[in-house]
């Protein structure tokens, strides 16, 4: 079985740039969550998505949005990018919301210059 | 508000036995998660403690004591490439809170 995909795996932007990130669950699972990742704050969740609906929301400004589609698939997107926004950003499936065991993408590298 | 404290940084040797703690203050409990992340790459899955008790997993046992808050990683007979950042995560009302991460460095 395939695992969570991310594309790009890698990226360069500028200042004021926005940028689309997108997921592929593995094959069967529902629910899509975003991560941020940086050193000096850690894993921070993003947002949570089931069904093509956003369930959860973490505490990131409206620059930051999200969504799923009905084969599951996901984006994010990041507008008017700042440097702060230099990060990894992950995404996680699972079955289902309550299902305990989400299974990581390898991420993608976003830096702003 | 919600906070999850765990160690910055353990070292230990090939072979021994090491305990990772997490204390945790969260709006809601649902659950209580161990990632392992290697250096450049994404977390795994390890252990998930819903209810007080002990869960082990082979070299790894994971503990939850939601009176105190509190939850530990033990791992045994450690090995070099257990040399990585260990995860705690809370669910509280819908979302996953990480902790920062141990570093775990194991030494020959």
């Known amino acids: 079985k395939a695992g969570v995909t991310q594309t790009p795996r890698y990226l360069i932007k500028t200042r004021g740039q926005q940028v689309t990130l997108s997921c592929s669950p593995i094959?069967?699972?529902?629910?899509v969550s975003w991560y941020q990742q940086t050193p000096g704050q850690g894993l921070q969740f993003l947002f949570e998505y089931f069904s093509e609906t956003q369930r959860n929301k973490g505490n990131f400004p409206g620059r930051f949005s999200g969504r799923q589609f009905s084969n599951s698939r996901s984006e994010m997107n990041v507008s008017t990018l700042e440097l702060g926004d230099s990060a990894l950003y992950l995404c996680?499936?699972?079955?289902?919301?309550?299902?305990?065991?989400?299974?990581f993408g390898p991420g993608t590298r976003l830096t702003v210059t | 508000g919600q906070n999850i404290d765990q160690p910055t940084e353990m070292t230990a040797t090939e072979g021994a036995i090491v305990q990772i703690n997490c204390t945790y203050q969260?709006?809601?409990?649902?659950?209580l998660f161990w990632y392992q992340q290697h250096a450049g790459e994404a977390p795994t899955f390890l252990s998930y403690n819903v209810l007080d008790g002990l869960e082990e997993k082979g070299r790894f046992s994971s503990f939850l004591s939601r009176s105190k808050g509190y939850s530990y990683l033990l791992l045994k007979e450690l090995q070099m490439k257990d040399s990585a950042s260990y995860l705690c995560?809370?669910?509280?009302?819908?979302?996953?809170?990480f902790g920062q991460g141990t570093t775990l460095q194991v030494k020959p």
């Open positions: 996680a499936s699972s079955l289902l919301p309550e299902s305990y065991e989400q299974y």
């Open positions: 995560a809370v669910r509280g009302t819908g979302k996953l809170i």
């Open positions: 094959s069967g699972h529902r629910s």
């Open positions: 969260t709006s809601g409990f649902n659950g």
